[in-house]
């Protein structure tokens, strides 16, 4: 299936990647995109979204079909489908 996936105030994975890229994949979750993210831009695009645990950063968002972030638990369960519009997204803090 292909998915559309954005990278937003996320320099070095824009370089990787592309800021806006159409991405093939056999179907899965938010999680198998990473992982195929992984396995394809290699070890760069690895040090860019996961923590030391190898867990998604705790400073990236992700956004499926501009709706709100996706908790930390749905990684791993929320579907993607044919057409899905992905958005990897720096959190930001201030105030």
Same mark, same amino acid.
């Given at each position: 299936?292909?998915?559309?996936?954005?990278? /937003?105030?996320?320099?070095?994975?824009? &370089?990787?990647? $592309? *800021?806006?890229?159409? @991405?093939? @994949? =056999? #179907? $899965?979750?938010? %999680?198998? /995109?990473? =992982?195929?993210?992984? &396995?394809?831009? $290699?070890?760069?695009? +690895?040090?860019? /979204?996961?923590?030391?645990? $190898?867990?998604? =950063?705790?400073? @990236?968002?992700?956004?499926?079909?501009?709706?709100?972030?996706?908790? *930390?638990?749905?990684?791993?369960?929320?579907?993607?489908?044919? #057409? =899905? %519009?992905?958005?990897? /997204?720096?959190?930001? +803090? +201030? #105030?």
């Amino acid at each position: 299936m292909k998915i559309s996936v954005e990278t /937003l105030s996320l320099p070095s994975l824009s &370089r990787l990647i $592309g *800021r806006k890229t159409e @991405i093939v @994949i =056999d #179907g $899965g979750t938010v %999680k198998h /995109l990473i =992982d195929h993210l992984i &396995r394809t831009y $290699g070890k760069k695009a +690895g040090q860019v /979204l996961l923590d030391q645990k $190898g867990e998604l =950063d705790i400073v @990236i968002q992700i956004m499926i079909n501009d709706e709100a972030f996706l908790s *930390r638990k749905e990684i791993a369960t929320r579907s993607l489908k044919e #057409g =899905d %519009k992905v958005k990897f /997204l720096l959190l930001v +803090g +201030g #105030g």
